[in-house]
């Protein structure tokens, strides 16, 4: 912790001062990586020579700073904050050589390339920008249909129209009014048919749940529906006088037993 | 006045109308003779393939005369493909090669003789080697002058719908419970994967 | 020579947009060399006001960049693109074919949807080839249009590609720890890729 200290130090004043001017325009900045970039700025060197463990700081201070302010911070900054606090703890720590996995270092190197990188996309996309551009500096020909001579109609479509043309069909039963979808959807009538065949072995209370149609048990859909329905089923064939029905208290599991003439009459 | 000239010379090419040597001298800066710059270009012209011709009191930049037979193509006029011609094409290019009966499946409509022969004319889709199924059907597939025209290299390139979804070009709702029909199974296939790259 | 110059010289001065040397040569009668007539045009226009320009492997005539001034008439209002975009659309340029999940890792933040269908609406980008990694992800490159609009002849010509490819900043490098295996691959094949397609 004494390098903790130690490297506090070495941020000046100023450079906090600006780190903590950030804050007040943390929207402006497009994620994390956007953010470390422009800290970097304030050590005002090659980004080739960048100190990462400073950056580090100077993000966690960020971070730090936002939470006193009570500003509402994306998930993604705090990953890349809780990621960089990581990569801290092993820039000043001594290499442990049973630790698995990249040293500090080679985090660090590339998360300056990573900074390297962005930067010289930006300064790319500006120059690039810069160029003379059609329809802004330098012009096509603005007469083109000179001779009317045939008349030929040809039929464009652009790439979007077709994509879209496809959408629209894959699409349509998204949102196609009012029919209901029956492969998730046990009837009532499919489970009175399945528990009629089945309550002849129900001897015993059993789990109204191990009723359920195989198949049906993993999808929450499909499971929902055929409980329903179990449960139903169950209700009728109880009216019916072929089942018994009993559940202890509240929300314990539902049991059903086929009803016995011969124990009907014993009680 | 050589810069003059190339002035003129850049007016008359990006402008649509013919332009009047006014209109000429009140675009180039202060104190240009439009007249004098346009005698030179004029001349400059002389016996090229396009030539600085008088229209009324404008001037205008045309084809020589003797090249009118190179400008047929410029008369094409342009159309947009019909809604059914655009789905029609679209099952094609994912699902080929497709019978006019599996694209009337997809499309939940008869395909009209109309929208095939167009497309056929067109040269987008050409006929594909029958399916050995009852009846061997004909199938549809696309052809390479197809791909050029959409600036695609391959019908496999086209995205799955999980990537038209994730571009914005559906709206984005939650996937119905079920999957019906093996069409979407075939989808599924192409987009397997990509959810992960793909989903919001 | 000189006539086949003409005809170049008639078409593209009659159309707007770029002509491929296999279309002007479709058009003009039959044995003609319509790449050699084109050396010749493109010299009779240097320093002119109008100059003939190579487009990928299409050409056009355009107006001089420094003559621009005299046509405020003919500047047509461009959306105004985001800096989001403008950057998308330097990652694709630089990096080709890449894909969304790569322009990601490189700009730190994901890519919303408008970005990419705004670009893909100004015909400034395309679908490539699918990449041969995990999950196949479709892969984005820039089209003639894009290189119609900045100028350039190809797109190796852009500006600092060689430095930036020099310093290794267009490598798609895996962070450290990665495990080698997929992720690598991906990488060896976007290399392969890319020089490909900055090849003529």
Partial sequence: ?267 | MAEQERMVEAILFATAEPVTTRELEARMPHGCDAAEALVYLRKRYEGRGVQVMKVGDAWAIRTAADLGFLMQKETVETRKLSRAAIETLAIIAYHQPVTRAEIEEIRGVSVSRGTVDQLLELEWIRFGRRKMTPGRPVTFVVTQSFLDHFGLENARDLPGLKELRAAGLLENRPPPGTLPGPETEAEDESGEGQSELFED
Avoid: C, N
């Fill in chain 1, 1 to 267: 912790m004494a390098e903790d200290t130690f490297e506090e130090d070495r941020i000046s004043v100023a450079d906090r001062l600006a780190a903590e001017a950030l804050i007040v325009d943390v929207d402006g900045f497009e994620g994390p990586l956007d953010l470390l970039l422009t800290l970097s700025r304030t050590q005002k060197v090659d980004l080739r020579k960048i100190s990462v463990l400073q950056l580090a700081h100077q993000y966690l201070a960020f971070v730090e700073k936002a939470k006193q302010l009570r500003l509402e911070l994306a998930a993604d900054y705090l990953v890349m904050a809780a990621w960089l606090a990581f990569l801290k703890s092993r820039l000043l720590l001594p290499p442990d050589p049973t630790e698995e996995g990249p040293s500090g270092e080679e985090l660090a190197a590339h998360l300056a390339f990573q900074l390297e990188r962005l930067q010289a996309m930006r300064d790319a996309a500006a120059r690039l920008m810069a160029r003379d551009q059609l329809g802004r500096d330098f012009f096509a020909r603005g007469q083109s249909e000179m001779v009317t001579r045939v008349r030929k109609v040809t039929y464009s479509a652009t790439l979007l129209d077709l994509m879209q043309g496809y959408a629209r069909i894959r699409t349509r039963d998204e949102f196609r009014p009012f029919v209901m979808d029956r492969d998730a959807v046990f009837t009532m009538e499919q489970a009175l048919d399945r528990m009629r065949g089945l309550i002849g072995f129900a001897g015993d209370w059993t789990d109204i749940l191990s009723y359920l149609p195989e198949g049906w048990e993993m999808d929450p859909a499909k499971r929902r529906s055929a409980t329903a329905a179990t449960f139903a089923a169950s209700l009728e064939l109880v009216k019916e006088g072929h089942l018994e029905i009993r559940q202890s208290e509240t929300f314990a599991p539902i049991q059903l037993r086929k009803r016995d003439e011969h124990r009907d009459r014993s009680t």
